[in-house]
C-alpha cells in the first residue's frame, strides 16, 4: 500500500511553544519525494516542502524545520517558537507512481491550532 | 511567482444548473490538477492535464467535464450536480507533466454549493 499517515488529528497549544507534526509513510518505490502544505482558513494549499528519498538531509527554514528518517518512514515537521499565524491545516503527502503518471497521496491532516 | 487563479470564489448552483470553474497559472506550468475537497478531508485528485491531454480522470462522474483550452488555461464544466458535489474545488499547477513529481501550486479554490 502507498499511504501517509498523520496521527494527530488535531492539535492546540499556546503561542510560543514548540510543536512538532508527526508523518509516517508507506511506499513500495524505492524513489520516491514527500511533500509538506499548509491550508490556513482561506483554503489555498501553501507549499512548505519538498524532500526526495536520497537526501536524508534535515532542513530548516526561519522557524520550520522537518525532520526525515527513512528507518522509520517518517517526515516530521516542527514548528519552533510557534505564532498564532501558523494556525492551519498541515498536510504530509507522498508522491506516486500511478498509471504512469505521478499523483499525490495525502495524510488526513492536523489540525493545528496555536492560542494566544 | 508561483500563482495559480481561480474564479469565481464561491458558487452557488441548482441542481440543473451549467456553470463553469476556471483557473489560470502563468508560470509556463505544463500540468495542471483539478482537485475535491469535503469538510475535514484531504484534497482528492480528480483529473490531470499534461502539455494540454487529459492524463488522469480518476474515475470522475461526467457531470463533471473538464477542459484545457491552452497551456495556461483549465476549466472544469459543471452540470446536473448533487448536493453531495458540494465541496472546495481545487485546480494546482506543476512545472513538468505529472511523470515527475514536480512540486504542485495551488489556487485559492471554489467553494461550491449546490442546492
Known amino acids: 500500500a502507498q499511504k501517509v499517515t498523520q496521527a494527530q488529528t488535531e492539535i492546540s497549544v499556546v503561542e510560543k511553544e514548540d510543536v512538532t507534526l508527526d508523518c509516517v509513510y508507506e511506499t513500495r518505490d524505492t524513489t520516491y519525494y514527500l511533500f509538506w502544505y499548509k491550508q490556513p482558513p482561506s483554503g489555498e494549499l501553501v507549499f512548505l516542502i519538498r524532500r526526495n528519498s536520497f537526501d536524508e538531509q534535515n532542513e530548516i527554514s526561519g522557524r520550520y524545520s522537518w525532520n526525515f528518517q527513512k528507518s522509520t518512514s517518517s517526515f516530521n515537521f516542527t514548528i519552533t517558537a510557534s505564532q498564532v499565524v501558523d494556525s492551519a491545516v498541515y498536510f504530509c503527502?507522498?508522491?506516486?507512481?500511478?498509471?504512469?503518471?505521478?499523483?499525490?497521496?495525502f495524510g488526513q491532516g492536523t489540525r493545528l491550532t496555536i492560542n494566544p | 511567482d508561483t500563482e495559480v487563479t481561480q474564479t469565481p470564489k464561491h458558487l452557488v448552483m441548482g441542481m440543473t444548473n451549467k456553470k463553469s470553474l476556471k483557473c489560470e497559472q502563468h508560470?509556463?506550468?505544463?500540468?495542471m490538477y483539478w482537485y475535491k475537497q469535503k469538510a475535514k478531508k484531504p484534497p482528492e485528485l480528480m483529473f490531470v492535464y499534461s502539455y494540454e491531454k487529459l492524463s488522469i480522470n480518476e474515475s470522475v462522474p461526467s457531470r463533471f467535464s473538464p477542459e484545457c483550452p491552452n497551456s495556461s488555461l483549465l476549466n472544469l464544466h459543471l452540470h446536473a450536480l448533487q448536493p453531495e458535489d458540494s465541496a472546495l474545488y481545487l485546480c494546482?499547477?506543476?512545472?513538468?507533466?505529472?511523470?515527475?513529481?514536480?512540486?504542485?501550486?495551488f489556487g485559492p479554490g471554489t467553494r461550491l454549493t449546490v442546492l
Open positions: 503527502a507522498l508522491s506516486v507512481h500511478v498509471q504512469g503518471a505521478q499523483k499525490l497521496v
Open positions: 508560470m509556463g506550468h505544463r500540468a
Open positions: 494546482a499547477s506543476s512545472q513538468t507533466g505529472p511523470r515527475v513529481p514536480d512540486t504542485q501550486y
